[in-house]
């Protein structure tokens, strides 16, 4: 089976989305001490800076899902499928661990060890792996019914100091939890929530294999139901978000809390909005065809290869600002989260020059991309390479 162009489109659009993120959050002179998101502190170029990488996530999750599905059926085989998955999941929590976090905090004591979604998709392959003989609709209508429903978890009326809850609060809410003396574990993207995507991510594979035209049309509908459900349930203000919104001092002001909804975990009106308009970029990307879709699929193609390298390209960077902005290496401080700023001392870039930078990387990795995907693709006897 080929390569399908519109998920390595899209897929490519939310890497090159994902850098953003990323340099904003190492190197934006306020990232440190303030949410980008926080209407008291915020402005709406900083806000909508962050909340459009919000759709990388979900779209990450959602189309490593269905990535798994087209293997499976390239394969036929429900054995070695299963063998694959659980041998990739264990993989990419151990990635998570070792590389990701070094790439995160350039702490070579690993003083923190954070579950992101990297860690999220190996947990979502493991679960698939065990799930592989039931039909396509019965694992859509799981996820789903994850997806709705899991912010009921924080509402069920557990007993003070109940047992069940201290184990299975890791897996519907983030929480820190501390590791020997000098070490913490911090559940980021608690695991259940994000295998709700994964698993609809899984079953919707299936719409891949229909006709161009076909799967243009359903992406089309199921993107424009999404994101009308999303303005018909964030209106109601009842149920499907942690943080109701609320009117502000200014339009702009309510808007921004309007759709200010929540990642951690991935409340029903985040995934709404981003896997909504995912599929409507899913839907537009079946018919364009040119130079510039091509160059977005370079990036699309080799997404674990990307994400690994930016990270550490990204922290070098910094390194790099830090020194021309007059910092000595005794000052550095990678233990304690800030990824080697100076604690307690300003550092930093303006808005303006996060984004030059971030232009930067992407242009960088570009190159980089293109020989790996290159390779991979006259080197496919080398098994290793499906782990990358």
Same mark, same amino acid.
């Not at 998570?96 to 003083?111: K, R, S």
């Not at 364009?288 to 990307?306: A, D, R, T, W």
């Given at each position: 089976?080929?390569?399908?162009?519109?998920?390595?489109?899209?897929?490519?659009?939310?890497?090159?989305? #994902?850098?953003?993120?990323?340099?904003?959050?190492?190197?934006?002179?306020?990232?440190?001490?303030?949410?980008p998101?926080?209407?008291?502190?915020?402005?709406?170029?900083?806000?909508?800076?962050?909340?459009?990488?919000?759709?990388?996530?979900?779209?990450?999750?959602?189309?490593?899902?269905?990535?798994?599905?087209?293997?499976?059926?390239?394969?036929?085989?429900?054995?070695?499928?299963?063998?694959?998955?659980?041998k990739?999941g264990?993989?990419?929590?151990?990635?998570?661990?070792?590389?990701?976090?070094?790439? $995160?905090f350039?702490?070579?004591?690993?003083?923190?060890?954070?579950?992101?979604?990297?860690?999220?998709?190996?947990?979502?392959?493991?679960?698939?792996?065990?799930?592989?003989?039931?039909?396509?609709?019965?694992?859509?209508?799981?996820?789903?019914?994850?997806?709705?429903?899991?912010n009921?978890?924080?509402?069920?009326?557990?007993?003070?100091?109940?047992?069940?809850?201290?184990?299975?609060?890791?897996?519907f809410?983030?929480?820190?939890?501390?590791l020997?003396?000098?070490?913490?574990?911090? #559940?980021?993207?608690?695991?259940?929530?994000?295998?709700?995507?994964? $698993?609809?991510?899984?079953?919707?594979?299936?719409?891949?294999?229909?006709?161009?035209?076909?799967?243009?049309?359903?992406?089309?509908?199921?993107?424009?139901?999404?994101?009308?459900?999303?303005?018909?349930?964030?209106?109601?203000?009842?149920?499907?978000?942690?943080?109701?919104?609320?009117?502000?001092?200014?339009?702009?002001?309510?808007?921004?809390?309007? #759709?200010?909804?929540?990642?951690?975990?991935?409340?029903? @009106?985040?995934?709404?909005?981003?896997?909504?308009?995912?599929?409507?970029?899913?839907?537009?990307?079946?018919?364009?065809?040119?130079?510039?879709? &091509?160059?977005?699929?370079?990036?699309?193609k080799?997404?674990?290869?990307?994400? @690994?390298?930016?990270?550490?390209?990204?922290?070098?960077?910094?390194?790099?600002?830090?020194?021309?902005?007059?910092?000595?290496?005794?000052?550095?401080?990678?233990?304690?989260?800030?990824?080697?700023?100076?604690?307690?001392?300003?550092?930093?870039?303006?808005?303006?020059?996060?984004?030059?930078?971030?232009?930067?990387?992407?242009?960088?990795?570009?190159?980089?991309?293109?020989?790996?995907?290159?390779?991979?693709?006259? &080197?496919?006897?080398?098994?290793?390479?499906?782990?990358?």
């Amino acid at each position: 089976m080929k390569r399908i162009l519109s998920i390595d489109i899209v897929r490519g659009i939310v890497m090159i989305i #994902m850098a953003l993120d990323h340099v904003r959050d190492m190197m934006h002179v306020n990232s440190i001490t303030q949410s980008p998101t926080n209407l008291v502190t915020t402005s709406p170029m900083l806000f909508f800076t962050r909340w459009v990488t919000y759709l990388c996530a979900p779209t990450f999750v959602f189309l490593a899902g269905t990535s798994a599905y087209l293997s499976f059926r390239r394969s036929h085989n429900v054995s070695s499928t299963r063998q694959f998955l659980l041998k990739r999941g264990l993989y990419l929590v151990l990635l998570e661990f070792m590389v990701v976090n070094l790439g $995160l905090f350039f702490d070579l004591g690993f003083h923190t060890f954070i579950f992101e979604v990297i860690a999220a998709i190996g947990f979502g392959f493991i679960t698939l792996s065990l799930l592989l003989k039931l039909s396509a609709r019965f694992i859509l209508m799981c996820g789903l019914l994850i997806i709705f429903c899991h912010n009921l978890f924080s509402l069920i009326p557990f007993e003070s100091g109940s047992m069940v809850k201290m184990i299975l609060s890791p897996l519907f809410i983030p929480g820190a939890f501390p590791l020997l003396s000098h070490a913490v574990f911090i #559940m980021g993207y608690p695991p259940i929530p994000w295998l709700g995507i994964m $698993l609809a991510g899984f079953a919707s594979g299936k719409y891949f294999e229909w006709p161009g035209v076909k799967r243009e049309k359903l992406f089309l509908i199921i993107g424009g139901v999404a994101i009308l459900l999303f303005f018909v349930i964030r209106l109601i203000n009842i149920y499907g978000d942690s943080v109701p919104w609320s009117y502000q001092a200014s339009g702009v002001l309510t808007f921004l809390s309007f #759709m200010n909804v929540t990642k951690y975990p991935p409340s029903l @009106l985040f995934c709404l909005i981003t896997l909504g308009s995912m599929f409507l970029f899913l839907s537009l990307s079946e018919k364009v065809n040119n130079k510039f879709i &091509h160059i977005l699929s370079v990036y699309g193609k080799v997404p674990l290869f990307y994400f @690994l390298v930016h990270f550490y390209l990204i922290h070098f960077i910094l390194i790099a600002v830090m020194f021309l902005q007059g910092f000595h290496g005794s000052q550095l401080d990678f233990t304690s989260g800030t990824f080697g700023r100076p604690k307690g001392i300003e550092s930093g870039l303006s808005l303006w020059a996060i984004y030059f930078i971030w232009i930067g990387v992407v242009m960088m990795l570009y190159p980089l991309c293109k020989w790996y995907g290159k390779y991979k693709e006259n &080197h496919q006897d080398k098994k290793w390479l499906r782990y990358l």
